[in-house]
Nanobody
């Protein structure tokens, strides 16, 4: 099990940028595929982006493709989500998730992930 703590959320105007960070505890961060999800009020939690163990492969939801960039630094036990050209519809609580795995796949289903952070609020004003 790994503990995850997100940070970097806040209030930003449409067209602005934010970078979210997710710090993981434990010495085996490189054994985890990581993902970002978000949940807007009254909606289900939805997939945003995923990255494999090595950071060499990434995947994005169509709604954020070309605007968001996921990356990771295994030496720092941290995964990032750079969010550019933000839109009001990006407003949500953003969650980091981790899946312990021996493969190098990316995972985009909520049920694939074992551990979750507490979330960080992102609000985009129009």
């Amino acid at each position: 099990q790994v503990q995850l703590v997100e940070s970097g959320g806040g209030l930003v105007q449409a067209g602005g940028s934010l970078r979210l960070s997710c710090a993981a505890s434990g010495p085996t961060f490189s054994m985890y595929a990581m993902g970002w999800f978000r949940q807007a009020p009254g909606k289900d939690r939805e997939f945003v982006s995923a990255i494999n163990r090595s950071g060499g492969s990434t995947y994005y939801a169509d709604s954020v493709k070309g605007r968001f960039l996921i990356s990771r630094e295994n030496a720092k036990n941290t995964v990032y989500l750079q969010m550019n050209s933000l839109k009001p519809e990006d407003t949500a609580v953003y969650y980091c998730a981790a899946k312990f795995t021996s493969d190098y796949k990316k995972y985009y289903q909520r049920t694939d992930y074992d551990d979750w952070g507490q979330g960080t609020q992102v609000t985009v004003s129009s």
